[in-house]
Nanobody
Framework: QLQLVESGGGLVQPGGSLRLSCAAS????????IGWFRQAPGKEREGVSC????????YYADSVKGRFTISRDNAKNTVYLQMNSLKPEDTAVYYC??????????????????WGQGTQVTVSS
């Protein structure tokens, strides 16, 4: 069974950091583009970042550019989202998603085939 599992969320003060992990089971992430999305209460889902299978393409939403970094460790079958300088407006449930693609990735959720269950990130003092 193909599964994605997010972890690393939690409560952090403004200006703090968290590293989210997206671990795959039942398949290897080598051939998959991975996207990170978030959804805050009452708001639409937002594409935060993505990385292609080849690492040739990465994307960051303007709201996180310069603060978040996406990376992958194929040996651990895991993709990470390092989040620094966190702001209260980063508070949301964060999801990772996967789609078979070598060169590209997408900020659009409908492009992806597999989704994790989400991890809560709360930025508050």
């Amino acid at each position: 069974q193909l599964q994605l599992v997010e972890s690393g969320g939690g409560l952090v003060q403004p200006g703090g950091s968290l590293r989210l992990s997206c671990a795959a089971s039942g398949f290897t992430l080598d051939n998959y583009a991975i996207g990170w999305f978030r959804q805050a209460p009452g708001k639409e889902r937002e594409g935060v970042s993505c990385i292609s299978s080849s690492d040739a393409t990465t994307y960051y939403a303007d709201s996180v550019k310069g603060r978040f970094t996406i990376s992958r460790d194929n040996a651990k079958n895991t993709v990470y989202l390092q989040m620094n300088s966190l702001k209260p407006e980063d508070t949301a449930v964060y999801y990772c998603a996967a789609h078979v693609e070598y060169y590209y990735c997408s900020a659009h959720g409908k492009w992806y085939d597999y989704w994790g269950q989400g991890t809560q990130v709360t930025v508050s003092s």
